[in-house]
Structures are given as C-alpha cells and as structure tokens.
C-alpha cells in the first residue's frame, strides 16, 4: 500500500500568519509599494492598466490584467481602459509565448459571485497558459496545484521578458 505523503506549499504560511488587510490588492498599484506583498508579482504597469501575477494560479504563468480604477462592471470601463486591458492581454500573451511555449491559453473575465469571480468588485482579466495534459489528478482528485515554479522567480522572468 502506498505512503500518503503530504503536499508542501511553505509559502503560504506567510499569508495564513499575516495581519489581513481591508484593501482591495488591485487597487493603488500605478506606482511601486514595497511595503505590499503584491508588489514583487507586478510584471508590467501601463497608464490605466497594470499586469500581475495571480498569487493562486491555476496554473504556472497565470495572469491578471486589471484597471487602476477600482470598478466592478465591465461597462463601467473607459473606452481607453478596455483598449489597454485587450492590449496588455496580447501583449502579455506574446511574453509567455517566449518564456513558457504553452500549447493554449483560457482568457476571459469572471463577472460577479456566481460566475466565480474570487475579486467580484475589482474586475479583471484572465490569461492563463495551457499545455496539453496539465490537468492531471491533482485539481481533480486531489483539489490542489502544482505550480512548479516560485512565483516571484516567475514574475522577474515575465518582468525582464516584457518589451
């Protein structure tokens, strides 16, 4: 009979452990804080716009692409803030293109509770890079991740590979 082993994922005792704060993460993010954790995740700030990496991807290279603007409701998005969203989208695309060669991608939006938005009144957009095969067990069976990567060793490859 096989040994249950557990699955590690020290990093996130740091976030279990820390004082919770009530702030929406997304928002204040147009120039570099290093006193917030997200900060390190940051690959890319445009004018209305910034890229971060998700800190629970479903998988490695995972993004989202919010506005500065705190704003729930896709229609309530300027003109200017859904051009650079789909913008920062195909650019961030091509980053992961070069660094990561998924065979696909899922892209979209999760508007509100029921549809699964974890961050129903800040939108944001998805991109999340696919390979053949990698969904295994593990979130099916298992409920759980593999990411095989740090995530701050991912975002500074995302961050330097950016142009």
Same mark, same amino acid.
């Given at each position: 009979?096989? #040994? &249950?082993?557990?699955?590690?994922? *020290?990093?996130?005792?740091? /976030?279990?452990?820390?004082?919770?704060?009530?702030?929406? /993460?997304?928002?204040?993010?147009?120039? *570099? +804080?290093?006193?917030?954790? #997200?900060? =390190?995740?940051?690959?890319?700030?445009?004018?209305?716009?910034?890229?971060?990496? &998700?800190?629970?991807?479903?998988? $490695? !290279?995972?993004?989202?692409?919010?506005?500065?603007?705190?704003? +729930?409701?896709?229609?309530?998005?300027?003109?200017? #803030?859904?051009? =650079?969203?789909?913008?920062? %989208?195909?650019?961030?695309? &091509?980053?992961? @293109?070069?660094?990561?060669?998924?065979?696909?991608? &899922?892209? %979209?939006?999760?508007? !509100? *509770?029921?549809? %699964?938005? !974890?961050?129903?009144?800040?939108?944001?957009?998805?991109?999340? *890079?696919?390979?053949? %095969? @990698?969904?295994?067990?593990?979130?099916?069976?298992?409920? $759980?991740?593999?990411?095989? #990567?740090?995530? =701050?060793?991912?975002?500074?490859?995302?961050? @330097?590979?950016?142009?």
């Amino acid at each position: 009979m096989k #040994e &249950n082993r557990p699955l590690w994922a *020290p990093w996130r005792i740091k /976030f279990i452990r820390e004082k919770k704060e009530k702030r929406c /993460f997304m928002c204040d993010q147009k120039k *570099p +804080a290093k006193h917030y954790p #997200e900060e =390190e995740l940051i690959v890319h700030r445009g004018k209305q716009v910034f890229v971060i990496l &998700n800190r629970y991807p479903y998988n $490695s !290279g995972h993004l989202l692409i919010a506005p500065y603007r705190h704003v +729930a409701d896709i229609a309530v998005l300027t003109k200017t #803030e859904r051009l =650079e969203i789909m913008d920062l %989208g195909v650019d961030a695309k &091509n980053v992961l @293109d070069k660094l990561m060669h998924p065979d696909g991608y &899922n892209v %979209g939006f999760n508007l !509100g *509770p029921a549809a %699964g938005a !974890g961050i129903a009144d800040h939108i944001h957009m998805h991109l999340v *890079p696919r390979w053949v %095969g @990698d969904c295994n067990f593990m979130p099916v069976i298992g409920d $759980s991740r593999v990411v095989p #990567e740090a995530l =701050e060793t991912t975002a500074k490859l995302i961050r @330097d590979a950016w142009v």
